[in-house]
């Protein structure tokens, strides 16, 4: 079992940045991909950014290529987003999520495993 809490959420400006952080329980963090998901008022949840076991696959969604990033540290047990030039259309909960991934270094965009509660961002314009 694994628990994810997010933090950093917060409001911004259009064009500022913020960093998200997840903390992750257990002992077994270095063995779960790890990625970021968004769900704004009214829409499906989607995929934002992920990173593999090793940190060296990334992969992105369209929408936030060039402006996000994502790292990890697995002596902490923590993922982190961080984004620049913040839009309005950023705006969203935004939920970390890990997958077991134990036999390989991908970074997955659907199938996670487990997922945490939760931070909100809002971009203002």
């Known amino acids: 079992q694994v628990q994810l809490v997010e933090s950093g959420g917060g409001l911004v400006q259009a064009g500022g940045s913020l960093r998200l952080s997840c903390a992750a329980s257990?002992?077994?963090?270095?063995?779960?991909?790890m990625g970021w998901f968004r769900q704004a008022p009214g829409k499906e949840r989607e995929f934002v950014i992920a990173i593999s076991v090793s940190g060296g696959n990334t992969e992105y969604a369209d929408s936030v290529k060039g402006r996000f990033s994502i790292s990890r540290d697995n002596a902490k047990n923590t993922v982190y987003l961080q984004m620049n030039s913040l839009k309005p259309e950023d705006t969203a909960v935004y939920y970390c999520a890990a997958k077991r991934s134990y036999y390989s270094d991908y970074a997955p965009g659907h199938g996670y495993d487990y997922w945490g509660q939760g931070t909100q961002v809002t971009v203002s314009s």
């Open positions: 257990g002992r077994t963090f270095r063995w779960f991909a």
